[in-house]
């Protein structure tokens, strides 16, 4: 904390900015990260057909290759929204380098390699969160439930239907794999340590919970296990980050816990005095 306290009372000149100025700024970084993801768009629009059946790939032999849609402008739309959601993907990065460059001299001076640490670590955790939930999770998840009781019912699936499920469900596990990243910026800065995350543990499990339900597309609670398990994986390795990054030791928690249960009595009297 005391790193923080220094970092935002130390003069800068970027304190001396005005809000224009710090508006103009802010446009300039939008107008960077909009020019790479149209960029991205465009290039992905090519690659449509290839990123539909990457995607269409984790439900095996239960659709048959095809997807269905019930109106004119379906087949079209998905395609596009399939090329912004590549595009979006790609352009993580490009967003995370400019969002901390922006907010950066508000914590004061970090350094080219904390930035490049962290952008190199953020992009990292979301490219691993959204390749654990494809190889791993999706298939496991899109199959039980289009292969629940084939008897009794038929799976017409629509493109708007599945590619939302699939494109929601890999960007909610790229966003959870995001913690460890949060974690390193928020040890940086001395806001939090170890201790701090393993006194929260149990609340932190329940929170993951609620997390995974409302992030999950789907409502079954097969789902929701399958991404809150991460979640919790993600929160034991935040501690280990937190431990190294931010360094602290647990004895003066100890003694703040325990230093108003000393034992108050009177010295024992020593050499057989008796009240009288």
């Known amino acids: 904390m005391a790193r923080l306290r220094a970092a935002l009372t130390r003069p800068r000149d970027e304190a001396r900015m005005t809000i224009i100025e710090h508006l103009d700024e802010l446009r300039s970084r939008i ?18 057909e290839d990123i ?7 439900a095996g032999d ?3 290759g095809q997807l269905n849609f019930t109106s004119v402008t379906e087949a079209v739309f998905a395609d596009i929204k399939l090329a912004l959601y590549t595009a979006f993907v790609f352009t993580i990065p490009v967003f995370l380098y400019q969002a901390w460059a922006f907010v950066a001299p508000a914590v004061g001076e970090m350094g080219r390699l904390f930035t490049y640490t962290l952008i190199a670590l953020a992009s ?8 654990f ?8 998840g899109v199959n039980f439930l289009l292969d629940w009781d084939p008897e009794r019912y038929n799976a017409l699936i629509t493109s708007d239907r599945y590619m939302a499920f699939v494109t929601r469900f890999l960007l909610a596990f790229g966003i959870v794999f995001e913690l460890p990243a949060a974690t390193y910026v928020g040890a940086k ?3 939090i340590n170890a201790p701090l995350l393993r006194k929260y543990r149990k609340h932190a499990i329940v929170v993951n919970a609620l997390l995974a ?8 609670p097969f789902s929701m296990i399958l991404m809150a398990l991460p979640m919790i994986l993600m929160y034991e390795l935040s501690i280990i980050i937190a431990r190294y990054v931010n360094p602290v030791s647990d004895v003066p ?5 325990y230093g108003g249960e000393e034992d108050e009595r009177p010295p024992e009297r020593v050499g057989g005095e008796r009240d009288l």
């Open 31 to 48: 107008i960077k990260v909009g020019v790479v993801f149209v960029a991205a768009a465009v290039v992905a629009w090519f690659f449509r």
């Open 52 to 58: 539909f059946y990457f995607l269409l790939a984790p």
């Open 62 to 64: 239960s659709l048959h």
């Open 124 to 131: 990292s955790l979301f490219i691993a969160g959204v390749a």
């Open 133 to 140: 939930g494809y190889f791993v999770v999706l298939p496991i």
């Open 189 to 191: 800065l001395e806001l």
């Open 213 to 220: 339900a409302g992030l999950t597309p789907g409502q079954d």
């Open 253 to 257: 928690e100890l003694q703040e816990d």
